[in-house]
């Protein structure tokens, strides 16, 4: 259970430090187009707060209601906030990239052992660690991973695959 639950905080938290190194390391010479670059990881904010946004609401939907799956769902907006945060912190009011002192702090900021590092993955652990349970026991109710899969697909809409 532990490996899992860790293997999910690295997956959320190596999203969210290629999202400060993508942002980090631009600059002119790197990206010509800043607000290409600007747009992208605004939508890709978007897809993540839309995307988790509809995880809690099907948490809330379902009867009873599944409270270990929103509870895993907002410990990810709480760290995506806290991402986005330090991004904005970061942009400069010219729309220029930030200097380089700015760029070595928003690299540094997720980096494994840094405080912001430690304090997100203590927050998704905290917010999943039930809900990893509970998908742990519905795998091995069907036998195995791949028979879990095969079920979610048949579940799955066709819109979705």
């Known amino acids: 259970m532990k490996r899992s639950l860790f293997t999910l905080s690295t997956m959320v938290l190596v999203w969210a430090t290629a999202l400060v ?45 599944n409270n270990d799956l929103y509870s895993c769902a907002a410990s990810a907006v709480t760290v995506q906030t806290a991402i986005v945060k330090v991004m904005t912190a970061a942009q400069t009011k010219s729309g220029a990239p930030p200097g380089p002192v700015t ?40 036998g195995s991973p791949m028979a879990a899969l095969a079920a979610v697909l048949k579940l799955a809409p066709a819109a979705a695959l």
Not at 23 to 40: E, K
Not at 43 to 50: F, G, P, R, V
């Open 103 to 142: 760029v070595a702090a928003l690299t540094l900021a997720f980096v494994p052992g840094s405080d912001q590092y430690n304090w997100a993955l203590k927050t998704i652990n905290t917010g999943c660690a039930n809900e990893l349970i509970d998908v742990q026991g519905q795998i091995a109710s069907l």
């Open 21 to 65: 190194l993508l942002t980090a390391c631009t600059s002119p010479a790197a990206i010509s187009d800043q607000t290409a670059l600007n747009t992208f990881l605004t939508q890709l904010n978007n897809t993540a707060t839309t995307d988790l946004a509809g995880v809690q609401a099907v948490a809330l939907a379902e009867f009873p209601v």
